[in-house]
Structure formats: structure tokens, C-alpha cells
């Protein structure tokens, strides 16, 4: 017998403040005459916060920036043939009000928010009402209101023993320009809106095609530098920036990554060229963290 195959897929669980009510917003397809939260599957070579963050935009005309891993669920579908589907979801806040000014469509004819209660009734699937249970267990501790850091090591850059002349302005392979760019639309997916650089121009390169997608300033940090960099100085900047209460990415080196995972204080992992980290926090506590490639 053949293995079943998988189909990747990605949605979140997006809620906002209205009043003293929390809202989360559903849709529902004529097709199949269903509420769910909004998903869909993956495009070629798309990390799955992108395709969460894509899908809920298409379906919903809301744009969102992600929070807190959720959970993964896994169902089979039949029709055509059979496969597995794996959602993978996020908890999710819109960017802005949340207004909905989505035309109706063959796919979604309407998307709605709806307060927990109303949305637990609503709901067509089992594995809908486990997401909105498991949004309700953290949203008791006030968990589902993290805030997003992330740690990137820059991308690809031209070997260090053949460069000449001063490190600093050593550049990004044309592999590294290409890693810069694919690492806009996953920035994008956790509404990064603070931009923070080593001045070195490999760091500086690898977050300017974010940057330019934002049209937003990077801001240069010495304190991340390989050369200038020391515990002390790296733990002043990731106050500096989590104070601003944004999120924030942080583009640094790797002789730098142990400090900010020390000042985070989280178990230290070797990056890889153009890898990031995504560090949900609440406070000084870490809750979650994800590692994802460009």
C-alpha cells in the first residue's frame, strides 16, 4: 500500500478587543456550507507563517501579524483521492481594526467576528472547537498576549579569509542576497515593525529588502557587532528594543548569538546563514520559540 500523502497547510486563530469582549474571526464556504478559522494550503517553497499569514489575508481581506504557536492538526480528506491534511495554526492579532471588506466569492462568502461564545457555537468542526478551547486556555493566563522577538544571523556572505580590506564592509553572496529576500514575507508573516542591525554591511544587506518592504528605517546597533559586541552591551540593546513593546528583529552575527540567547535566556542554538529565531515572550518569560530558514 502507498503512503498517504500530506498536504501542508497553515491558518491562525485571529481575535481582537471589542470593548470588554474578546472577538475571533471565522469564515464560512459555500461549498461545503461550513464555519471554520481561516487556513489554506502552502505555495511552492512558502514557510508555513507566510501561508497563515497569506491564507487569512485572502480569505478575510484582514491583515495580521502572528503570535504564539498553537498546535498542528492533522485530518484525512477522501475526495479527490486520499491524502492527509496538516494545518498548522498560530494565534494571531489584526493589523489595524480588523475591518472586513471582503468581496464574496465562490471560495469564502463571508467572514465574520464573533464573540467565544458565539464562535464555540458556530463552528462546524470538532477540530475547530479544540483551537478555540486551547485559545481559551491561554488567554486565562493572558498568554495569547505575547510579544514577538526575532533572531536572525545575516545571510550568506563572501568568504572572510578572501576579503580585503576592513570586515565591516564585507558584502552578501548573490546566495545571500537571494536568502534576504526570501526572508521578507516571513518577517511580514510576524508584522516585524522595528529594525535592528549590526552595522556590519552583511547585516545591514540581509534585512534591507524588509526594511524597503516596509519602507521603514533600519536602525544600527554597535552594541551587535562582532567587534564591538560584550554581554553587557547586547543585553542594554535587547532592553532597549523590547521596551519599544513592538515587534522587533535583530540581525546580527554569529560569534554574537550566545549573548542574546544568554540575555534572553534560552538555551543557545547555532544558527545557520539567513536562519532565524522567533522568541515569544511575555515579560521577562520566554513561552515560545521557533526556528525557521529563509
Known amino acids: 500500500m ?3 500523502r500530506t498536504v501542508l497547510a497553515a491558518g491562525a486563530v485571529v481575535w ?4 470588554d469582549s474578546v472577538e475571533l474571526l471565522v469564515v ?12 489554506g494550503k502552502t505555495h511552492r517553497s512558502e514557510r508555513l507563517p507566510a501561508t497563515a499569514a497569506r491564507e487569512v489575508l485572502e480569505e478575510t481581506s484582514v491583515p495580521i501579524r502572528l503570535g504564539l504557536p498553537l498546535t498542528t492538526v492533522r485530518y484525512p480528506l477522501h475526495r479527490p483521492r486520499p491524502v492527509t491534511k496538516q494545518v498548522s495554526y498560530w494565534v494571531a492579532r489584526p493589523i489595524g481594526d480588523g475591518e472586513i471588506t471582503l468581496e464574496p466569492n465562490h471560495e469564502i462568502d463571508e467572514a ?3 464573540p467565544l461564545e458565539k464562535a464555540a457555537r458556530q463552528l462546524s468542526y ?6 478555540l478551547d486551547r485559545f481559551v486556555r491561554l488567554q486565562k493566563t493572558k498568554a495569547h498576549k505575547t510579544r514577538t522577538l526575532v533572531v536572525l544571523r545575516h545571510a550568506t556572505a563572501r568568504s572572510r579569509t578572501r576579503w580585503k580590506g576592513d570586515d565591516r564592509r564585507r558584502t552578501l553572496t548573490a546566495k545571500g542576497l537571494r536568502e534576504a529576500h526570501r526572508l521578507v514575507p516571513l518577517l511580514a508573516a510576524y508584522g516585524m515593525s522595528e529594525i535592528v542591525s549590526s552595522d556590519s554591511a552583511r547585516c545591514v544587506q540581509s534585512i534591507e529588502p524588509y526594511a524597503d518592504h516596509l519602507d521603514a528605517d533600519i536602525v544600527l546597533e554597535p552594541g551587535i557587532t ?3 559586541s560584550s554581554p553587557k552591551r547586547v543585553a542594554e540593546c535587547l532592553r532597549n528594543v523590547c521596551a519599544t513593546k513592538h515587534p522587533a528583529v535583530i540581525c546580527t552575527h554569529r560569534p554574537v548569538l ?3 540567547f544568554d540575555a534572553l535566556e534560552i538555551a543557545p542554538i547555532p544558527l545557520e546563514p539567513a536562519q532565524l529565531m522567533v522568541v515569544h515572550h511575555r515579560g521577562r518569560k520566554v513561552l515560545a520559540t521557533e526556528l525557521h530558514h529563509a
Open 126 to 131: 470538532e477540530h475547530d472547537r479544540d483551537l
Open 226 to 228: 562582532e567587534e564591538k
Open 258 to 260: 550566545p549573548m542574546i
Open 112 to 114: 465574520s467576528w464573533l
Open 28 to 39: 464560512h464556504r459555500p461549498k461545503y456550507g461550513d464555519w471554520s478559522f481561516p487556513k
Open 2 to 4: 502507498e503512503p498517504t
Open 16 to 19: 481582537r478587543r471589542l470593548g
